[in-house]
């Protein structure tokens, strides 16, 4: 039976373990991303692999600036070309076959990590290797969950993605702070040692089904996710319509499937989905977040905290935490609104940040060390609710059909891309610069709700077919998508009533019968 129902359509359990479910990648990828700010500063990690002026004594040990740089990049590394492959392997294998050999992947690199031992160079390369099952996964999860998610909880569903990476860090966090008093290796072994779990949990019982024509089996699946048996499935609408719209899109992809050079085409906006959803992108990482992220501690060190690690897990927190009002965020409110006035708010917080750290020293005045944890918090906050989960939300709904696996790859890739950018150069960027460094990402927060206003569509509550449509219709302008509603339809109201009442087998409001249920045009069985 349904869990739950969605402006009158069931949602059943099956739908929700799914996402969750799929949502471990995103786990892994916050976990591996936390664990490194803190592993940095652990004496046993410092004894073994940093340049120490007196041996034994890890208070006069330290990294080298491209030292840190490499041990912390090396995993963008790995991402960015793990996001590339990411495509063909989740089109050849199908999304669930190449989760499972992605976690693989990621695996062997912890293991590699985990059998350091006195080469700072070898846990590098384990990073490395294990950044190419994360970034994989991060092109593979986000598609996976927007193409079996029911579209009226599309928005929510495909944010876990993001609510799961900053669960990572937040664990990853705790984690790190709870091994810290290990004695010997241990103290960084078992942080990093543990994501093999995650893996596990991941990998195990991922299966891909659609694609391969098992249409029976679809349906049934289908009807797991609408809360429904197999013999109310056989005659459901919405059961029905959702089939034939696979086995439409199958059999386009067969025929027609798009090769790289085709992200780059003109024809339906396809360039300028490819070219949006990598500015995207790399916008989010152009926020600053992971500015806090990795180089948080070793910041919060330098404002004079006592216990740098404590903010660090008081900044997890409030990523976790107000992802769920993300969630709710960009379910409710659509996705561009959100990302506007959440590109503003971080940009006057990072000001605030930037401007307290540059005009008074931090460490002589404690005052103002308190104010830079305030604004980093609030920081932290308005992403959470707004970028943090907005735009992987967009990665999996705006790009068509047969080149949706590649332009997410790319578009991933340009996350990966300045996400290695940020994590190498800030060391010296910070060294060079210091805190001035805030009006950077304050700067870079606004050039992005400039862009969301220009060029981003409305999205939310249309099917992956309709959002297609709507970019393609010349009529369409991104600020005024908000009003678009797919042939036939008053507004998305309309389309969401006339939804329910095919579903509940009632006329239409308009006094059509059922038999005159919504019907899918022609266009869309054809222009996916």
């Known amino acids: 039976m349904a869990l739950f129902y969605v402006e009158g359509l069931p949602i059943g359990w099956v739908a929700i373990m799914l996402a969750l479910l799929a949502s471990m990648g995103g786990f892994i990828f916050g976990y591996d991303t936390g664990q490194i700010s803190d592993i940095l500063l652990m004496d046993d990690f410092l004894l073994r692999f940093a340049t120490c002026s007196t041996p034994g004594d890890a208070s006069t040990c330290g990294f080298s600036t491209v030292h840190e740089g490499l041990i912390v990049s090396l995993l963008s590394i790995g991402t960015l070309a793990g996001a590339l492959i990411g495509a063909p392997i989740a089109d ?56 079996t998610a029911p579209p009226q909880i599309r928005g929510t569903l495909t944010a876990t993605y993001q609510l799961f990476i900053t669960f990572g860090i937040l664990v990853a966090y705790c984690i790190s702070i709870g091994t810290r008093g290990v004695s010997g290796s241990g103290s960084w072994r078992i942080p990093v040692a543990i994501g093999i779990l995650w893996a596990l949990i991941l ?36 059961i029905k319509r959702e089939v034939e719209e696979i086995r439409a899109n199958v059999q386009y992809e067969k025929n027609t499937k798009g090769g790289w050079v085709d992200c780059f085409r003109p024809q339906n906006k396809t360039l300028y989905r ?31 905290l006592s216990d740098s690690f404590i903010t660090q897990i008081i900044l997890g927190a409030v990523n976790f935490f107000c992802t769920f009002g993300g969630m709710y965020v960009m379910e409710r409110f659509g996705r561009r609104r959100p990302l506007i006035l959440g590109g503003i ?43 943090a989960p907005g735009v992987w939300i967009l990665i999996g709904e705006t790009f068509p059909t047969r080149t949706r696996a590649k332009q997410g790859s790319l578009s991933t890739a340009a996350n990966w891309t300045w996400n290695f950018l940020l994590a190498f150069f800030t060391p010296f960027i ?35 077919e309709n959002v297609n449509m709507m970019y393609i219709d010349p009529n369409c302008k991104p600020w005024t998508s908000r009003k678009w509603a797919p042939p036939g339809f008053s507004s998305r109201q309309d389309l969401a009533e006339k939804t329910k009442a095919a579903e509940e087998d009632k006329p239409l409001a308009c006094g059509v019968v059922k038999e005159q249920k919504i019907e899918r045009t022609s266009s869309t069985s054809v222009e996916v």
């Open 92 to 147: 050849f294998l199908g999304r669930r076959f190449a989760m499972t050999t992605e976690c693989v992947v990621f695996i062997i690199g912890v293991i590699v990590q985990t059998a350091s031992t006195y080469s700072w160079q070898q846990y590098a390369v384990g990073r490395l290797i294990s950044g190419l099952g994360v970034g994989a996964l991060s092109a593979a999860v986000p598609m996976y969950q927007a193409e």
């Open 203 to 238: 990998g195990i019982g991922i299966l891909w089904l659609a694609a391969h024509d098992h249409l029976e089996e679809a349906r049934v699946s289908l009807a797991r996710a609408r809360g429904l048996t197999p013999n109310e499935a056989k005659d459901h609408y919405i």
């Open 345 to 387: 708010w971080q940009s006057a917080w990072l000001f605030v940040f930037a401007s307290a750290g540059t005009a008074i020293d931090p460490v002589t005045h404690p005052g103002i060390g308190k104010l830079m944890i305030i604004s980093a918090c609030m920081f932290i906050w308005g992403y959470a609710m707004t970028w």
């Open 274 to 304: 490819t070219l949006l959803g990598m500015s995207l992108q790399s916008l989010q990482q152009l926020t600053g977040a992971n500015y806090f992220f990795y180089y948080g501690a070793t910041v919060f060190q330098a404002v004079g």
């Open 430 to 464: 910070s060294r060079a610069i210091g805190y001035r460094y805030g009006y950077v990402f304050a700067a870079c927060n606004l050039l992005g709700a400039v862009v969301v206003y220009f060029f981003l569509y409305e999205s939310s509550d249309l099917s992956l």
